[in-house]
């Protein structure tokens, strides 16, 4: 059964241009994934700084491998410190 996950990011403003080259690196790295299908991204209109991505797996365990995934792992690390916080992560079947 096909999954989506919602993925809730707060970035300061300070950070866009470092966060946004991580972003792509992850980007890239979920593009060869085994299981993936799309993903979205959107900004949050009335709370600025805050992005939404829908992202759409065939399985909870395809996702799981792309969490447990070492290179995005420490993609991840790297996004979350900048953030100054965990990203959040929601899945929804």
Wanted: proline share 2%.
């Amino acid at each position: 059964m096909a999954v989506k996950i919602f993925i809730k990011r707060k970035m300061a403003e300070s950070h866009v241009v470092e966060l946004t080259q991580l972003l792509k690196k992850l980007r890239a790295l979920t593009l060869e994934q085994p299981g993936y299908i799309s993903g979205e991204t959107l900004q949050r209109i009335d709370k600025p700084g805050e992005s939404m991505v829908i992202s759409t797996w065939r399985s909870v365990e395809d996702w799981n491998d792309w969490v447990n995934n070492e290179n995005r792992m420490t993609i991840q690390n790297e996004i979350d410190q900048l953030l100054g916080e965990e990203t959040e992560y929601a899945i929804y079947g």
